[in-house]
């Protein structure tokens, strides 16, 4: 256990030190990985402890991204009131959001999300506040050291987050609504509520992170905001990772933010291809993630992938 | 009297939907996995039978093409990766089907390009007058096709030994295994006659529409919703499932603007998932 713990202080002093012995384009590259592994972080909490898919978290990002261009570049506030702004709506309109659609289960929630996310980006491209169109352009600020500093502090605080629920009854509640909801709800979960307060901290750390982008980049649009491209990644980066792990989202993100920078630069067009070859290997090979490879290769080499095979064909 | 066109539009539109549901729905009901890459296959389907028609074929010719080029495609998927995980959590086939959404989409755009094609034999732009109403001929092949397709399936699965076979493991695997059905078989055989109806369905919208290799993205969930509205159990149903959101489509066009339809078809799902949730629940 203590040399798990010092492996896991150096990372983060490693990740840390970047902006000081990186250089510019490592530390931009580091930016998007570490924002991009916030958003898989935060999908975890309710797609991978809960097991309620979400195709929709990109609407967080974006409305995290508008809240704090709005507060900044409409009204004149500093960036902390902007995150404050955002990441206030994007928590109540996933309160809001939740309450009726997480009573849907399975294939219903995630196509219902599926549609919210494509309706979210025509809205904000119809409304006056956002700019229509257009978007919005923020006060410049250059100082990627600061962006990239932040954005590690937001996966800390997201991880802790994710450690917490791991062990706590809220974890334990969301673990049980994922192995049989309704025998949860006969032993008096309200799975309602904790799904609800589940999508409501992915929306939070998620609107964060889009707040963070938006102000770095100075300029947002709609398609830009409300990518549902996001949303293949983040679903992506964490089933590969490991689905309700404390670090297999953070990993798998990392890992594959990585790769797809190294083929963006050789093969470019085949890069996004990459990422469906990746979900289509993970889920047959490494159903449980790339955090359960280590242990589990170790005990069974080779027949680690024919067992998870096994397990699951007809 | 231009509403009774556009209702006319909208049963016509409506009988090629419910074609495009009803591979989804055969799927959901017997294998319970939900193909998020169907519409992707409905993709497939369209840019097959346009390739064949700038080589000179008409689009009906290549019908039973597509139809039996996408049934070995979709038989090979399920035989070769999809039945290793048919029986992990429905989380598990739904991002399966996800990731073969993402590399045909893809694939598509590498191969085909991202430009807008259309399938346009000399009868797709044809109508004829019946009263003062105006017929689509395009729309009109589409939605005899549709209908006697949803029929062929009902006959498939309700009067052969194939189709019993396909219901007896919908309703319970391992009493059909007990007698005697091999379920990886059945599967495997089930997934490729759903991608064939997507095929048959591509080809269609081919010649009513434009095809992307983007289409999918709006095509899997309007097949889903329909696939509800209908139910998983009879073709038919599923067909008047489609004819609905086709007209709910034509009306929401006439009245609030053609940029709504998706919101609208949305805004039933979500009502009719609210409004009968005992039944949804049950389903899922």
Do not use: C
Not at chain 1, 82 to 109: C, E, Q
């Amino acid at each position: 256990m203590n040399g798990r713990w010092f492996a896991l202080a150096a990372a983060v002093a490693l990740l840390a030190g970047v902006p000081w012995f990186g250089n510019a384009v490592l530390i931009q590259f580091g930016i998007n990985a570490l924002l991009i592994a916030v958003l898989a972080q935060s999908w975890n909490i309710l797609g991978g402890f809960a097991g309620y898919v979400s195709f929709g978290n990109s609407v967080f990002y974006g409305l995290g991204s508008y809240g704090v261009a709005i507060a900044m570049a409409q009204w004149n506030l500093p960036f902390w009131v902007g995150l404050i702004f955002a990441a206030t709506i994007a928590v109540a309109f996933a309160a809001l959001l939740g309450w009726p659609i997480l009573r849907l289960r399975g294939p219903y929630f995630a196509i219902v999300t599926l549609g919210i996310s494509a309706a979210m980006s025509a809205l904000a491209a119809n409304l006056d506040i956002a700019g229509k169109n257009v978007g919005l352009i923020l006060p410049l600020t250059r100082n990627d050291t600061l962006f990239y500093e932040a954005s590690l502090v937001l996966l800390a605080a997201a991880t802790l987050t994710v450690a917490w629920i791991a062990r706590s009854r809220f974890g334990m509640a969301l673990i049980a609504i994922r192995e049989d909801e309704d025998a949860a709800a006969s032993v008096g979960v309200n799975a309602t509520r904790f799904k609800i307060a589940a999508l409501a901290m992915a929306a939070f750390f998620t609107a964060i992170a889009g707040g963070i982008h938006a102000y770095w980049i100075t300029y947002i649009d709609p398609a830009g905001s409300f990518d549902t491209t996001l949303d293949v990644r983040m679903v992506i980066m964490t089933m590969f990772g490991g689905p309700g792990t404390i670090l297999g989202p953070v990993v798998g993100a990392l890992v594959l933010s990585a790769i797809y920078e190294v083929l963006a630069d050789s093969i470019s067009k085949a890069a996004a291809l990459f990422f469906g070859i990746v979900i289509l290997v993970a889920v047959i090979f490494l159903p449980r993630g790339l955090v359960d490879l280590g242990g589990g290769f170790r005990a069974l080499r080779w027949r680690y992938f024919l067992t998870n095979i096994r397990q699951y064909r007809i | 009297m231009l509403l009774v066109q556009i209702l006319v539009n909208g049963v016509l539109l409506g009988g090629l939907y419910g074609l495009m549901a009803l591979g989804m729905a055969l799927v959901w009901g017997v294998l319970n996995i939900v193909n998020l890459a169907h519409g992707a296959f409905i993709m497939l389907g369209g840019y097959l039978v346009f390739f064949l028609f700038t080589a000179g074929l008409d689009p009906l010719v290549s019908l039973p093409i597509a139809m039996a080029v996408l049934f070995l495609f979709g038989y090979v998927i399920q035989r070769s990766l999809l039945n290793l995980i048919v029986r992990s959590a429905l989380l598990n086939t739904l991002l399966f089907t996800f990731g073969l959404d993402v590399v045909l989409t893809y694939l598509a755009q590498l191969l085909f390009s991202a430009d807008f094609r259309t399938i346009n034999p000399s009868y797709a732009g044809a109508n004829f007058s019946v009263g003062a109403v105006t017929v689509p001929v395009g729309r009109l092949i589409a939605f005899a096709i549709a209908v006697a397709l949803a029929l062929l399936l009902y006959l498939l699965l309700e009067r052969t030994r194939l189709g019993r076979a396909i219901r007896a493991t919908a309703q319970n695997l391992d009493a059909a295994r007990l007698y005697g059905v091999n379920p990886a078989q059945i599967y495997a055989i089930t997934f490729g006659i759903g991608a064939a109806l997507a095929g048959a369905a591509g080809t269609l919208y081919g010649i009513v529409a434009q095809i992307t290799p983007y289409i999918g993205v709006t095509l899997t969930p309007k097949s889903f919703v329909i696939a509800i509205i209908g139910g998983l159990d009879n073709p038919l149903r599923i067909v008047a499932g489609g004819i609905v959101i086709g007209l709910a489509e034509a009306v929401t066009a006439l009245y609030l603007g053609p940029t709504y339809t998706d919101v609208v078809s949305f805004g039933l799902l979500v009502l009719i998932l609210v409004l009968r949730p005992a039944r949804s629940l049950k389903i899922a």
